[in-house]
């Protein structure tokens, strides 16, 4: 299925996406054929600016689309293009040794930014009905608007929720700067791989608390205003705050996978109450105009703020710290 990006498409391996966009492909095996699946194969160059009176901008280049001559973004003229194709091959190390595994792979915008998502082996099973998938994250952007990045992205089967935890190297998880070819970081891959496997288990071992962490009504109600209503007078707070908190409690009650024996009334619950909203039934613009705006919010906008906002203070609520 075409995903409305200036012709471009995605692909997924396995079961159809959430979102449900993207190509089906069968067991991408390198980061050429995830490329190639979900066109990606086109080239970034910098080129000059010019002034209506054809002096060139100094210290400054346009970073440009070659296959469509679109500019993606101003940068400064000591900005290195990392190519989809470099970015992708950062992967191919633990791809290769079936460490991971390539799962979805497209762009967003006019291509300005891409993603790919693998998937890692040795799923957590929470409890016979409540699995996770683990799965490691890598954007890069040709704005100049943010560093290649990589982080950790559970998923919660029952829902197909995306939880976001980020890693602890950074803010928004491990960024490696525009610095060319990173294709031959064999070693930076390798170490990225055991911070994510290291991660895991502690989400694991977090994951596990949160579900034997039991919550009434006073403490779902609690977590949920701190989470919307950050410490704001009852008068300034909106009708549109309270029905986004009365939603999450009907959640917390009936959400997906949320009856499930040994999930029911715990901090596991609570927390993905607050996936599921943001995944499912979060109000996104523009979303009949270009149908990714849900997945770029989902990964990299409010909703992700949100998400790792509702991470932080179900840990905080719990009193359970991160390693």
């Known amino acids: 299925m075409s995903h409305n990006i200036n012709g471009n498409k995605m692909f997924y391996y396995g079961q159809t996406p959430w979102h449900n ?42 970073s440009v689309r070659v296959d469509t001559n679109q500019a993606l973004g101003i940068v400064t003229d000591r900005y290195k293009i990392v190519q989809n194709i470099e970015a992708f091959d950062f992967f191919d190390t633990v791809v290769g040794e079936k460490e991971a595994m390539y799962h979805t792979a497209g762009a967003l915008g006019a291509g300005e930014r891409i993603w790919v998502l693998a998937k890692l082996p040795k799923d957590i099973i929470l409890t016979k009905e409540d699995i996770v998938e683990k799965y490691l994250c890598l954007t890069n952007s040709h704005d100049g608007l943010s560093s290649l990045k990589l982080y950790f992205t559970p998923v919660r089967v029952v829902c197909q929720n995306t939880l976001i935890a980020s890693m602890k190297d950074s803010k928004d998880g491990i960024s490696i700067r525009h610095m060319g070819d990173i ?80 999930i029911r009334h715990t901090a596991w619950a609570a927390l993905n109450s607050v996936t599921e909203y943001i995944d499912h039934d979060r109000n996104v613009k523009n979303l009949k105009e270009d149908p990714t705006n849900k997945l770029r919010n989902i990964w990299f906008g409010s909703g992700a703020q949100l998400k790792q906002r509702a991470y932080d203070e179900i840990l905080e609520l719990c009193e359970i710290s991160k390693n």
């Open 21 to 62: 966009l993207g190509v089906e492909l069968k067991n991408p095996a390198t980061a050429k054929e995830a490329i190639e699946a979900a066109d990606l194969d086109y080239k970034i160059e910098l080129q000059p600016i010019f002034l209506r009176n054809n002096v060139e901008i100094q210290n400054a280049k346009a």
């Open 183 to 262: 294709k031959n970081k064999v070693e930076e891959a390798r170490r990225i791989l055991g911070i994510t496997i290291d991660y895991y288990k502690e989400f694991e071992q977090i994951a596990q608390q949160l579900v034997k962490r039991q919550m009434n009504v006073a403490d779902t109600k609690k977590y949920y205003d701190n989470l919307l209503f950050q410490g704001k007078e009852p008068d300034e707070i909106s009708t549109n705050a309270v029905n986004k908190r009365n939603r999450l409690l009907s959640l917390f009650e009936n959400g997906l996978g949320n009856k499930l024996p040994g």
